[in-house]
Nanobody, 126 residues
């Protein structure tokens, strides 16, 4: 049974940083592209970032503008999201997700992700 477990969320002041982690189990992690999405109250789920299964490519939502970095450790079955220069509008539940094995492309489309974590809350407020 596939599990994706996010951690690292919390309350941070504007301008601060957080590092989210997503630990995967029950799948051959290195074969799966991984993504991060977020959803704020009353809004649709939004693409944040994705990394290809080979780590050869990283992709970001337009709003990121160089503030976030996605990375992965296939040895630890973990994907990370480093978030810097956080703004109040970054407040949301952040979800980790996995596409199918060796899938490539259309990383921003949440309907193409097969597995999802339960989410971790990020609140940016003074």
């Amino acid at each position: 049974q596939v599990q994706l477990v996010e951690s690292g969320g919390g309350l941070v002041q504007p301008g601060g940083s957080l590092r989210l982690s997503c630990a995967a189990s029950g799948l051959t992690f290195s074969r799966h592209p991984m993504g991060w999405f977020r959803q704020a109250p009353g809004k649709e789920r939004e693409f944040v970032a994705a990394i290809s299964w080979s780590s050869g490519g990283t992709y970001y939502g337009d709003f990121v503008k160089g503030r976030f970095t996605i990375s992965r450790s296939n040895a630890l079955n973990t994907v990370y999201l480093q978030m810097n220069s956080l703004k109040p509008e970054d407040t949301a539940v952040y979800y980790c997700a996995a596409q199918g094995e060796y899938f490539s492309g259309r990383y921003s489309q949440n309907g193409l992700y097969v597995y999802w974590g339960q989410g971790t809350q990020v609140t940016v407020s003074s």
